[in-house]
Every structure is written in C-alpha cells, then in structure tokens.
Nanobody
Framework: VQLQASGGGLVQPGGSLKLSCASS????????IAWIRQVPGKEREGVAC?????????YYRDSVKGRFTIARDDAKDTVLLEMNNLKPEDTAVYYC????????????????????WGQGTQVTVSS
C-alpha cells in the first residue's frame, strides 16, 4: 500500500489549503487514516486522524483544533485535510498514513499506530 499526499503550496498567514490523500489501490476505506507533519530537524507530529468509515470519528492535535478538518471523500476514495487560518508554525511537509487506531490528541503515541506512508507535500505559510 502506498499513499500519496498532494495539495500543498505557499500561502500567507490566515490563508487556506486543502490537502488530499490517495492510495495506489483504492483501499483507504479499509483503514483509519492519519495526517502527520514534519519540519526538518524536528520530530514528526500527528495532526489529525479519522477512524474507519463505519464510525468516521475524528481527532486533532490541540494546536489545529477549530482550524483543520479531516474528512473522507468516499466517492474518490481520498481523505482530505482542510486547513484554514494557517499560521507560520504550520509550515512543514505533510504526510498521510494508514493507522491501526486513532489516539485522542493525536500525540506521540499516534506515531506508534502508523502503517503505510507515502510521499509528502510541502506546506509553507509565509508572508
């Protein structure tokens, strides 16, 4: 299973971007999916997670609550991350990954539940 994140770019503070996660085999509907980000030289951190489609529970790290929304597009077998009111500290490479489970707060323990990753997409928030 290989995932591909897309939709990144350069945006001014306060702006919006919508990231998309797709798979090579149309299998996202069978997994929980997490968005992870990483800044060079820093640890990866969980951003958001959505459980399997039977429940579709969503979880967010505190710093993005109210600004980011994770959702499934079942028709396209993709998982979206809509990011609003972006801040410079959101600058990172964003990856999507399959997850065995989602954790409240999408903290460091979320990284232990991850499975397949793919190529990330760069998000830069700068004026």
């Amino acid at each position: 299973v290989q995932l591909q994140a897309s939709g990144g770019g350069l945006v001014q503070p306060g702006g919006s971007l919508k990231l998309s996660c797709a798979s090579s085999g149309s299998i996202l509907g069978t997994y929980a999916i997490a968005w992870i980000r990483q800044v060079p030289g820093k640890e990866r951190e969980g951003v958001a997670c959505i459980t399997t489609p039977d429940l579709n529970y969503t979880y967010y790290r505190d710093s993005v609550k109210g600004r980011f929304t994770i959702a499934r597009d079942d028709a396209k077998d993709t998982v979206l991350l809509e990011m609003n009111n972006l801040k410079p500290e959101d600058t990172a490479v964003y990856y999507c990954a399959t997850a065995a489970w989602c954790t409240v707060g999408v903290g460091r323990d979320q990284l232990d539940a991850l499975g397949s990753w793919g190529q990330g997409t760069q998000v830069t928030v700068s004026s």
